[in-house]
């Protein structure tokens, strides 16, 4: 198995002139960050964050503006220095690297991406791309082949010579997507690439990022505030407020299981057609133990891992019952009410969601005197 590619440890970040004071009182007195800048006059930052990051994964930390989203990940490459904790990047201690080795780490492994691309307006994109090789001492004929290289990937083919200043929004985001991976970096960090651009043109740079991430395989920590773009990108999402992990997990349980109201308010205008998938608001087989067999295989299908968009392009063309399997396996049954009540947000996994009630005796009952009067090979309805 795998070593996590970046792994932070109790990571704490405190700005102002008593920092080590206001420490000791967040972590060993429960401060808020309230308490922390009106008894010490600091900020706090980042407050006691732990997780890890597999190789080729998406990581998505987001959060409101003031969060400490930003300041977490500037930490990955020590342009914030923690108050406390570690920040470990493959076998490297980042808070322990002399100058020269942060230097080799910032140049080779990890690269980063802001949302203001800071091209240099004097050189041309081609010179933009290839700063870093230049500074590692390559050749212009490589450097110039690897420029070219990455800016085919980035779908900017032509535009080597020009500058800066004859590119747009979106092109200047693609050509600091094209630097940050000409030095071919095991890791990137993304600050809120795209949260300056329109609309259209941040739907298709973030597919476009999303296609070079897999293909290249980078491993990724990619800053937004915004959950769609964390939903669509994101292999996992971390949720911060007030300096702190409040959730962690894939999309899927974000949506579905929110672990407090902060979440829950987040979540809750989020389409969920193509991040549900039927296994959430299923019932089990044996709630249904009135279907006989042959009755359960009339009914039409779906996977245990097909999305609410495909059971209900199978429930507009099927009775009131969707048999669900696990491969060959029957696994449960979803009635029309579960997935209305699925399409409407109202999950059985979560305390801060409405609870989907049971199949009552009294439902239950109703069911079995209606199926008593279907034929042994009909599909049956929902009472």
């Known amino acids: 198995m795998?070593?996590?590619?970046?792994?932070?440890?109790?990571?704490?970040?405190?700005?102002g002139s008593s920092q080590m004071e206001a420490l000791i009182a967040a972590r060993d007195r429960s401060f808020s960050k309230g308490q922390v800048l009106e008894e010490f006059g600091c900020v706090l930052g980042v407050a006691d964050?732990?997780?890890?990051?597999e190789p080729g994964e998406i990581f998505c930390v987001m959060g409101l503006s003031g969060s400490g989203k930003s300041t977490l990940v500037r930490h990955l490459n020590r342009l914030v220095e923690p108050t406390a904790g570690e920040v470990r990047i493959g076998r490297n201690v980042v808070n322990k690297l002399s100058p020269p080795e942060l230097r080799k780490l910032r140049s080779e492994t990890v690269g980063m991406v802001f949302?203001?691309?800071?091209?240099l307006p004097h050189r041309t994109v081609y010179d933009n791309i290839s700063l870093s090789l230049e500074l590692r001492g390559v050749s212009p004929a490589r450097r110039r082949?690897?420029?070219?290289?990455?800016?085919?990937?980035?779908?900017?083919?032509?535009?080597?010579?020009?500058?800066?200043d004859e590119l747009s929004g979106?092109?200047?985001?693609?050509?600091?997507?094209?630097?940050?991976?000409?030095?071919?970096?095991?890791?990137?960090?993304?600050?809120?690439?795209?949260?300056?651009?329109?609309?259209?043109?941040?739907?298709?740079?973030?597919?476009?990022?999303?296609h070079l991430a897999k293909v290249l395989k980078k491993t990724t920590v990619f800053i937004t505030h915004d959950l769609d773009e964390a939903i669509r990108l994101g292999d996992r999402i971390a949720?911060?407020?007030?300096?702190?992990?409040?959730?962690?997990?894939?999309?899927?349980?974000?949506?579905?299981?929110?672990?407090?109201?902060?979440?829950?308010?987040?979540?809750?205008?989020?389409?969920?057609?193509?991040?549900?998938t039927a296994s959430k608001i299923m019932q089990p087989r044996e709630s249904f133990a009135m279907l006989s067999n042959k009755?359960?295989?009339?009914?039409?299908?779906?996977?245990?891992?097909?999305?609410?968009?495909?059971?209900?392009?199978t429930a507009a063309e099927a009775g009131?019952?969707?048999?669900?399997?696990?491969?060959?396996?029957?696994?449960?049954v979803i009635t029309r009410r579960t997935l209305f009540r699925g399409i409407q947000g109202h999950d059985i996994v979560s305390p801060y969601s409405v609870v989907e009630p049971p199949m009552n005796d009294a439902i239950l009952e109703d069911f079995r005197a209606k199926s008593r009067g279907l034929k042994s090979d009909a599909s049956p309805t929902m009472p």
């Open 2 to 15: 795998n070593s996590p590619a970046i792994v932070c440890s109790g990571l704490w970040k405190i700005f």
């Open 320 to 332: 009131d019952l969707i048999a669900v399997y696990d491969n060959a396996e029957p696994a449960g």
């Open 115 to 119: 949302q203001h691309m800071a091209l």
């Open 295 to 313: 009755q359960f295989k009339a009914l039409p299908r779906v996977q245990i891992d097909d999305k609410l968009s495909a059971v209900i392009s």
């Open 145 to 164: 082949q690897v420029a070219e290289e990455k800016l085919k990937l980035v779908e900017l083919s032509g535009w080597g010579e020009r500058y800066p």
């Open 170 to 210: 979106g092109m200047k985001q693609r050509v600091g997507l094209a630097r940050a991976m000409a030095a071919d970096p095991k890791i990137l960090l993304m600050d809120e690439p795209f949260s300056a651009l329109d609309p259209l043109i941040r739907r298709q740079l973030q597919q476009q990022f999303l």
């Open 239 to 276: 949720i911060m407020n007030d300096g702190r992990f409040v959730q962690v997990g894939t999309p899927e349980e974000i949506v579905t299981a929110p672990t407090d109201r902060y979440v829950a308010d987040f979540v809750s205008g989020i389409s969920r057609l193509n991040l549900i």
């Open 49 to 53: 964050v732990s997780f890890s990051v």
